[in-house]
């Protein structure tokens, strides 16, 4: 909560934790090169982006790393719902994208 | 579901991904609230995962591309890649490859069909894709006994 930190960097901090908070989110997902980001003050959040629409709204974009077993329209939607209301209690007004990047095995592999 | 009729994968045009996204095509699954999208390498993965949890299946790859993939599995350091997976996925269909090694004494009918089986329900129960097409190749057997370097006749 530093101040000068700036609104998108501590909006991708909510987002962030909000959807680390699933059970089936298992982590953000930065891209190969760990691109995609939200890039802040000495610091960045992984995973997620931000940006703001010309009409003022905001986008939130998030990548995340699912895991096997429940279908991922309905996890998608319950992180969409959820990260939305987590910005709500924050008067803002986000769009919130899910995009699922990757998939964890439920447990070490298989073979 | 798993007829092979000519209806192949619609290639999603639309690839305006989810903002430099790696990989190259994705499925789009609207839903009452938004648009979740999903990465091809996680279809793959998935099929990876469904055809490894089927009994009897040795591996996934060819037998060459099994022990090669193994060592640039080692080195990456990713064990549940997709190597001896293909897939097409389009915005509502997917189609998948596979090519796999099984182990000695089971039936190859009775494998594949399993494997056939429990990617087409772990795809769509999980994506909500329809799959269209299932091949498997079956390139090589796995013999129970340890390394199966000891293929020749003679020592």
């Known amino acids: ?111 | 579901m798993s007829d092979t009729s000519t209806t192949k994968t619609e290639k999603s045009s639309t690839s305006k991904s989810g903002g430099g996204a790696s990989s190259g095509a994705l499925a789009q699954l609207d839903t009452d609230q938004g648009v979740t999208s999903i990465s091809e390498d996680v279809v793959s993965k998935i099929a990876g995962i469904a055809a490894r949890e089927v009994e009897g299946v040795a591996s996934l790859g060819g037998a060459l591309s099994g022990a090669l993939s193994a060592v640039v599995g080692r080195i990456r350091g990713d064990e549940h890649k997709t190597s001896g997976v293909g897939v097409e996925v389009g915005k509502r269909q997917a189609a998948v490859d596979l090519s796999m090694t099984i182990q000695y004494p089971a039936s190859i009918t009775d494998v594949t069909a399993a494997v056939r089986q429990n990617v087409i329900d772990r795809i769509e129960g999980m994506t909500s894709l329809e799959v269209v097409e299932v091949n498997i190749a079956v390139s090589d057997l796995a013999f129970p006994d340890g390394d199966d370097n000891n293929t020749g006749r003679v020592e």
């Not at chain 1, 209301?85 to 924050?90: F, M, N, P, R, S």
């Open chain 1, 1 to 111: 909560m530093s101040p000068a930190a700036g609104p998108a960097v501590e909006l991708a901090d909510t987002a962030s934790r909000t959807a680390r908070d699933h059970a089936d989110v298992v982590d953000l997902d930065g891209g190969l090169a760990g691109e995609f980001a939200t890039y802040g003050l000495g610091r960045r959040v992984p995973g997620v982006r931000v940006d703001r629409e010309p009409d003022g709204r905001w986008t939130v974009r998030l990548r995340l790393v699912a895991k096997y077993g429940r279908p991922l329209p309905d996890i998608g939607d319950e992180v969409r719902a959820r990260v939305g209301d987590a910005l709500a209690t924050e008067h803002l007004d986000a769009v919130v994208q899910v995009h699922v990047a990757d998939i964890a095995p439920r447990e070490g592999p298989t073979t």
